[in-house]
């Protein structure tokens, strides 16, 4: 959404997407930038809700899995 090119992927459950990202941008495209600064704005820390973070680089791409918690 905000044109910055989006090289970091990530998912977290629908209901903590619903609460943080804007209603008008739920169906877009939102970089975890642009997430974290919605995150922000509501003061929700979704730390323990981030499951999977992937950065797909030029050259090579990674996959951050949570460890610990309850999911
Ligand atoms: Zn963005």
Do not use: H, N
């Not at 992927?9 to 008008?24: E, M, N």
Request: with cysteine; net charge neutral.
């Amino acid at each position: 959404m905000c044109g910055r090119p989006d090289k970091f992927d990530f998912q977290v459950p629908d209901d903590i997407w619903r609460l943080i990202v804007p209603s008008k941008y739920q169906t877009k495209v939102v970089c975890l930038a642009c997430f974290d600064d919605f995150a922000t704005a509501r003061d929700i820390d979704y730390s323990m809700s981030l499951r999977t973070l992937y950065f797909a680089g030029g050259k090579t791409s990674f996959k951050f899995e949570v460890c610990g918690g309850d999911r």
